[in-house]
């Protein structure tokens, strides 16, 4: 996609840098990169036919978010999120996410409340699928990616641009999808969005808040175990890689 551009150009100057960061995003999200992996400028600008400044702007942009980290003896890795990160990101996300929840329940038009209604029971089939299928990394992304749109709608449909411009800026659902990623977590229930989506869909926006709160929070203490074990694990692994590198 990249090579399709001019270089040199004014326009493609200012739109590799944001090429750069989608597509190395994406490569995050897909699973290639998993948490605590190495990760290179000089091979991604490679790969992505580019030069190394519009990637290292991404690796910029990829850090200011969390997702990426630079530590010494170790270089640029995928981050690895501590018991705190997960807590605050799962904190800030049920604040946006529930305040999405309230302003749907009184402001969606009954068109879009009947559009998330059918795109949960897609994402509810697509889960069912994907539990049957937990090594299928294309059906993995597949669900995620709906899940990114289902809840990112949510918020397009309560009507405020700031409030969707925070949850995009804290990427608080990107932060969920990369969590979902790393193993051991708890089935969903059966019609686990539909039922959110029927409950914000009502006039009650109380209700509506309790319920995307609970459905923030759910496989929370999941998540913290799964990253407990991955952390040790790779932490572990460095320690030995660097033994034997300087034993050499």
Same mark, same amino acid.
């Given at each position: ?22 597509? &190395?995003?994406?490569? $995050? ?11 290179? *400028?000089?091979?991604? #600008? ?22 990426? @980290? ?6 640029? +890795?995928?981050? !690895?999120?501590? @018991?705190?990160? !997960? +807590? ?13 929840? *309230?302003?749907?329940?009184? +402001?969606?038009?009954?068109?879009? *409340? ?5 795109? #949960?029971? @897609? ?28 809840? /990112? *709608? &949510?918020?397009?449909c309560s009507g ?7 949850? @995009? /800026?804290?990427?608080?659902? &990107? ?12 089935? !969903? ?9 029927? #409950? !914000?869909? #009502? /006039? ?6 309790a319920a995307m ?18 952390? $040790?694990? $790779?932490?572990?692994?460095? +320690? ?9």
């Open positions: 996609m990249a090579r399709r551009l001019k270089d040199g150009s004014k326009s493609s100057m200012q739109a590799l840098p944001e090429l750069a960061y989608r597509a &190395i995003r994406e490569q $995050i999200l897909s699973g290639r990169f998993r948490m605590g992996a190495p990760i290179s *400028r000089r091979q991604l #600008a490679a790969e992505l036919g580019m030069s190394m400044v519009p990637v290292s702007e991404a690796f910029q942009r990829l850090t200011q978010e969390g997702l990426i @980290e630079s530590k010494p003896q170790v270089g640029t +890795r995928i981050r !690895i999120p501590t @018991e705190t990160d !997960i +807590r605050d990101r799962f904190v800030i996300r049920e604040a946006l996410e529930s305040q999405s929840a *309230r302003l749907f329940s009184e +402001r969606a038009s009954m068109a879009e *409340r009947r559009e998330l209604r059918e795109s #949960a029971e @897609e994402l509810d089939a697509l889960y069912l699928q994907r539990d049957s299928n937990p090594d299928n990394s294309s059906l993995v992304f597949q669900v995620n990616s709906h899940h990114l749109r289902l809840h /990112t *709608r &949510i918020s397009e405020t641009i700031a409030l969707c411009q925070m949850i @995009e /800026t804290n990427a608080v659902l &990107i932060f969920n999808w990369l969590f979902d990623l790393i193993g051991e977590q708890p089935p !969903i229930p059966p019609h686990f969005h539909r039922d959110l989506i029927a #409950a !914000i869909s #009502a /006039t009650d926006q109380t209700a509506a808040d709160r609970a459905h923030v929070q759910y496989g929370l203490e999941a998540t913290i175990q799964s990253m407990r074990k991955l952390s $040790i694990e $790779i932490e572990s692994s460095w +320690r030995i890689g660097r033994r034997n590198s300087t034993r050499k």
